[in-house]
């Protein structure tokens, strides 16, 4: 399930930067603001950030255990400690999350987004979602190497007509 919200998190952040909508120029209103945090929170965004802040402890750790292996058990104990003491500064995602989202969606919208996530099909889609980013990331992690093999044949074929061989 982390990893699922991990890759969850990874494509809300693309998702997010790749959405069209109001200009970025304009800022929104706290009301705005504070209806994209709740459909953050609906999302799941404490949830789904959480591995991000452990990311970088453990990436500290990792970068530290490799030049002072004997240090291991200090640095676990430190780790465990900083887990906890960082653990909070996840709401720094939460809220500029929740600013990209007002700045791409009107207030009313957002609160009718909100509105749909507490249907009954939006709570399914809430539920199904991060399922469908991992069958889908999986699919491509598959379908990636077997495309990259077809392009390679053709390259290697369109480049020998042209007298090259690859």
Known sequence: MNKTLSRLACATVLALSFQ???AMAQQPSASAVAAARELVELKGGGA???????????QTKA???????????????????????FG???NDLVNEAAKFYAQRFSEPELKEINNFYKTNVGKK?????PLVLDEAFNYVQQWAPRVGE???????AEMKKKGHNL
């Open 150 to 156: 077809e392009v390679m044949n053709r390259f290697r």
């Open 20 to 22: 069209g909508g109001t």
């Open 88 to 90: 909070p500064r996840r």
């Open 48 to 58: 789904m950030f959480d591995p991000v802040v452990i990311g970088v402890v453990e």
């Open 125 to 129: 889609m809430l539920a199904q979602e």
């Open 63 to 85: 970068a530290l255990l490799q030049t002072n292996p004997q240090l291991s058990k200090d640095l676990n104990d430190v780790s465990a400690a900083l887990r906890a003491e």
